[in-house]
């Protein structure tokens, strides 16, 4: 019989010695993923209260009282420190052109001043576009063609995004995050926004964002499905990853503060793609289907929601997202907390 010394194999190099502890594992690890990172999406209705949105568990449409409330406790109790507004209105405030969306008395804007009075310290953005507020349910102003279909026209849009935008930024947001995909709007918004004297307000342009089918359970959420059409001659086409780089060195040289990349696990070859592009942080949308596709497969047992999730929020860090868009967030800053 051999002896156990002779039975060893004659490796040098062996990459488990790395791997061999929890310690070590900590010393080797490449990537983080933290509370200070995570930028939470939420709903703010005209209604009375909060209501539970069936198309997004967990989360609420909530008033503007409540929405400044709750904005206390996830800074104070769970350390999140950025959130990302969506108005929701009713059909009787919809409109071709979307003007409630440039309402100063909007609820989007009452919801930013009320946050900024309730939580100082909050990093409020919101979302720049039309579609909650058009009766298309399109990001842009539409034009009727003679064959029956539409057109959203970009220069007309472009307009309209501005006043949107300088309407929020009166009223006090810190990030606005144009995703309507219109060519130009950034450098549209940088200027007008420093000619209005708020030189201090960040754009985060919505850089690359796919036409994904992935945005169905949000579209519910703020019942904004388009009515006609779809959003192809603006959003991305999913087979593209060069076109993302043309789209992010505009945007770069538009005046945009932050990119994002738009959903983002299926597209995490498009986050590392732009983080070798450009100098400027990056931001991805873990977006309403990459959401509920964990939640689903949680509630009937197939995976544990807790790891699959950060595996996923991690995994978008390590292709090089320096931010993540989520509807977990209030549950990964409590299980973030829990671990330390
Ligand atoms: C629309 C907008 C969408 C999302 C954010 N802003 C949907 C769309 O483009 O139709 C999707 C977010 C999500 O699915 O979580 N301007």
Redesign the pocket.
Known sequence: MKGKEEEKMKLRKRPRRNRKSEEIRGLVRETHLGVEQLIY?MFVWEGEGEEEIES?PGNKRWSVEGIAKECKRLYEELGLRCVDL?GVVGEDKKSADGRAAWDDGGVVQRAIRAIKRAVPGMVVMT?V????YSTY?Q?GIVKELEDGSIEVMNDETVEALVKQALSHARAGADILSP??MMDGRIGALRTALDEAGMENVSLLS?TA?YA?C??????GA?G???KKGD?KSY?MDPANRREAVREALLDEEEGADILMV??ATYYLDVITELREATHLPIAA???????LMIQAAAASGWLDEKQATLEALLSIRRAGADMI?T?AAPRVAQWLREER
Do not use: T
Request: charged residues 25%; without cysteine.
């Open positions: 999406p997004l969506f979302d576009a039309l579609d909650p349910g990001d995703s309507d919505y964002k994904s992935l945005y169905g359970p949000f579209r703020l904004s499905a388009p959003k959003q738009k959903p949308y873990h977006v309403s289907g990459e959401y868009l509807y």
